[in-house]
Nanobody, 122 residues
Framework: QVQLVESGGGLVQAGGSLRLSCAASGRTFSGYSKGWFRQAPGKEREFVAAISWSGVYQNYVDSVKGRFTISRDNAKDTVYLQMNSLKPEDTAVYYC???????????????WGQGTQVTVSS
């Protein structure tokens, strides 16, 4: 069974940057497209970004376009999310998962990692 481990979150002021990482243990997920999701307090988990296996294709939710960049290193079986120009509304717990399409509408693994908290102060 795969275990997804997210890291890199923290507290940052509005306009700042963070880089999130997600690695898998127990089972590789390098053969899949990968996605980032987030869940703010009192809200449902939402799709943020996805990247194809090759890394050539990406998809982003409109609210992060131009500010966030998803990338991957297949040799390290790791996916990243570079977040720039952060806003208070980006505050959430961020999760990763393998996805079946770049829309992020269907994830591969039923179990999620613990996530990494991102807090953006105004």
């Amino acid at each position: 069974q795969v275990q997804l481990v997210e890291s890199g979150g923290g507290l940052v002021q509005a306009g700042g940057s963070l880089r999130l990482s997600c690695a898998a243990s127990g089972r590789t997920f390098s053969g899949y497209s990968k996605g980032w999701f987030r869940q703010a307090p009192g809200k449902e988990r939402e799709f943020v970004a996805a990247i194809s296996w090759s890394g050539v294709y990406q998809n982003y939710v409109d609210s992060v376009k131009g500010r966030f960049t998803i990338s991957r290193d297949n040799a390290k079986d790791t996916v990243y999310l570079q977040m720039n120009s952060l806003k208070p509304e980006d505050t959430a717990v961020y999760y990763c998962n393998a996805v079946r399409s770049l829309s992020g509408s269907q994830v591969v693994f039923d179990s999620w990692g613990q996530g990494t908290q991102v807090t953006v102060s105004s």
